[in-house]
């Protein structure tokens, strides 16, 4: 599946992503976050990961490892 653009919708919260074969993937981004254990710096994080590179938003959220995003933004907070 060859990607055209990825790009957050903040109508809809979500991450749009448009592919060349015409299809469209909409990830509604407070269905793939309200599982997560997150802390309100991790979640400015998750914020600016879908607004700057909703591509790798995506990604991670397709691959299930956005809690692992999170747990490795938390462990820089603490240092």
């Excluded at 809809?12 to 299809?23: K, L, Q, R």
């Excluded at 981004?29 to 710096?41: F, S, T, V």
């Excluded at 591509?55 to 490892?65: F, K, M, S, T, V």
Aim: hydrophobic share 45%; net charge negative; glycine share 4%.
């Amino acid at each position: 599946m060859n990607i055209i653009y990825a790009e957050y919708n903040i109508h809809h919260n979500s991450i749009d992503i448009a592919t060349a074969a015409g299809y469209l993937l909409r990830i509604d981004c407070w269905e793939a976050e309200k599982d997560l254990k997150i802390i309100p710096g991790s979640e400015c994080a998750l914020n600016a990961l879908a607004i700057d590179e909703p591509l790798e938003y995506a990604r991670l959220y397709l691959d299930g490892n956005l809690q692992v995003r999170i747990d490795a933004e938390d462990s820089f907070e603490l240092l």
